[in-house]
C-alpha cells in the first residue's frame, strides 16, 4: 500500500471531492482519480462509488480512512523519529568481541543511560567473523571488529567500517633466563621449537604467526587453543608454550611480555554498519562516542587478567 494513495484517500473523506483533494494535494482530479482506484485494486474492495456527479466513500472506503489517518501520523512519527536530525532513540544491537564491549562499549552505555535515555544497547560477545555474519543478516546493527596490520581483513563493499583504535601486541613467553629480544623475526626464531598458543574463535592471530614464523624461516607448531588471555598465561606459566599478547596487559609473574618491532603486530579495531545504517540518529550517537573515546591504556583482544 502506497502511502501516497492512502492520503488522498484520508484528504477525500475530509474534503469530500477529488478536485478539492487535487488542489489541496498540488495535482490533477484524474491523478487522484486513478490513484484511489488502484487503492481499491490493492484492497480488493470498492472504496468509492457514484453521488451524483461527484463520487462519496463506501462503507470499506470510510473504514480505511480511519486505519488511514493512525497510518499516516505513524508514518509521519517515525519520519521524524528517523531523521538525521531527530532525537537520538530506539535500541540498537551490538555484536563485538570482549575487549571492546567491556572498556568501550559499556562505559558509553553508562553515559548514553544519563545523556540520551530514549537510546538502549542491546550486547552479544561475538568474534568478528560472528559479529560480521550477524551484520548481514540483520540481527545486529553495529559490529565491533579487529583485525591486524599483518593479516588485514578482507573489505566488504556493504558495510562501512570506522576506525575506533590500535593497540601493540607482543610475544608471552615462559619468564626466565635466555629470553631472547631483539626484531620480531629473530625473537620468532628463538622459540621455533616452542608450541604456539592460538585463539580458539578467531584465526587472525594465526596468520600473524604464520606469516613471522615464514619470514624467520620456520613452520610454527600449533598445539593449544584458548580465548581466555586468563587461560592463555597460565598455559604459558606452566611451559605449555609461547602465544601473542596485548603488550600493555597485566602479566603473571612466570610470564614475560617480550616487546616486537621491524615489523610490529598492531591489533586495528573498527565499528561496523551495513551502509546506509548510519543516518539513524541512535547508530551514529553510539559510533560517534566510540570513536571519540579513547583508551586509558593499551586495549587487549580477549578477556584481560586481574592482578590479585
Do not use: C, K
Request: net charge neutral; aromatic share 4%.
Amino acid at each position: 500500500m502506497e502511502t501516497r494513495r492512502l492520503r488522498m484517500l484520508v484528504e477525500l473523506s475530509r474534503l469530500g471531492s477529488m478536485r478539492a483533494v487535487a488542489d489541496t494535494l498540488g495535482t490533477t482530479t484524474s491523478t487522484v482519480s486513478q490513484q484511489i482506484a488502484a487503492l481499491s485494486g490493492e484492497m480488493g474492495v470498492p472504496l468509492t462509488e457514484p453521488h451524483g456527479r461527484r463520487v462519496r466513500l463506501t462503507p470499506a472506503g470510510r473504514r480505511l480512512a480511519e486505519h488511514g489517518v493512525r497510518i499516516l501520523a505513524s508514518v509521519e512519527a517515525a519520519r521524524h523519529d528517523l531523521a538525521p536530525e531527530a532525537e537520538p532513540s530506539g535500541t540498537v544491537r551490538v555484536a563485538g568481541f570482549a575487549t571492546a564491549i567491556r572498556t568501550h562499549l559499556l562505559p558509553v552505555v553508562s553515559e548514553l543511560a544519563a545523556s540520551h535515555p530514549r537510546v538502549r544497547v542491546l550486547i552479544r560477545e561475538h568474534e568478528p567473523a560472528e559479529a560480521l555474519r550477524l551484520l548481514a543478516e540483520d540481527a545486529a546493527d553495529l559490529a565491533l571488529t579487529y583485525d591486524y596490520n599483518l593479516a588485514p581483513a578482507t573489505e566488504d563493499p556493504a558495510v562501512h567500517t570506522t576506525a575506533l583504535w590500535t593497540a601493540r601486541w607482543s610475544l608471552g613467553v615462559p619468564a626466565g633466563p635466555g629470553t631472547r629480544t631483539g626484531p620480531a623475526t629473530e625473537v620468532f626464531a628463538h622459540y621455533a621449537e616452542h608450541d604456539w598458543i592460538v585463539n580458539s574463535r578467531n584465526t587472525a592471530d594465526e596468520t600473524v604467526i604464520r606469516t613471522l614464523a615464514s619470514m624467520a624461516g620456520f613452520t610454527p607448531r600449533f598445539t593449544h587453543q584458548a580465548d581466555s588471555l586468563d587461560l592463555v598465561q597460565g598455559m604459558i606459566a606452566a611451559g605449555l608454550g609461547v602465544s601473542l599478547l596485548p603488550e600493555a596487559t597485566a602479566h603473571l609473574p612466570a610470564v614475560r611480555i617480550v616487546p616486537l618491532a621491524q615489523p610490529a603486530i598492531e591489533l586495528r579495531a573498527f565499528a561496523a554498519a551495513r551502509r546506509g545504517r548510519l543516518d539513524w540518529p541512535a547508530l551514529t550517537l553510539l559510533t560517534s562516542l566510540l570513536r571519540a573515546r579513547r583508551p586509558a591504556s593499551t586495549p587487549g583482544l580477549r578477556t584481560a587478567i586481574t592482578p590479585a
